[in-house]
């Protein structure tokens, strides 16, 4: 019998696409979003663990216009800039450095 995956629950930010400056998202998915980041963001000691933590959440980054956008994993559907978050892609690249990015695809990938 082959095995079914789950489907992640239909969630703001599984449905609305981050299209503007600005989130789709209300005030109360962004506050849920941003304390169930914050301590992966604040921890992380490289791009590459940052991107681990991500992943074992559902979340990848991705480079669009100069921003880091925040993608949900399983759908694909972008959320949010991670300023909207509160962590600005020039403080991330202060403490982190410069990101390993995928040329194609604009994903934030970790480094060999």
């Not at 989130?23 to 992380?44: N, P």
């Not at 399983?74 to 390993?100: Q, R, Y």
Request: hydrophobic share 30%; net charge positive; aromatic share 6%.
């Amino acid at each position: 019998m082959p095995v079914q995956r789950e489907q992640p629950t239909q969630l703001v930010w599984t449905t609305s696409g981050c299209q503007s400056d600005e989130s789709h998202m209300d005030i109360e998915t962004s506050v849920y979003l941003r304390c169930h980041l914050s301590e992966d963001f604040k921890t992380a000691k490289s791009w590459n663990d940052l991107i681990s933590r991500l992943s074992q959440k559902g979340f990848h980054l991705k480079l669009h216009n100069k921003r880091l956008i925040l993608v949900n994993e399983h759908t694909s559907v972008h959320l949010c800039t991670c300023s909207h978050l509160g962590f600005g892609f020039a403080a991330i690249a202060d403490k982190l450095g410069k990101p390993h990015v995928h040329g194609q695809s604009n994903k934030l990938v970790r480094r060999p």
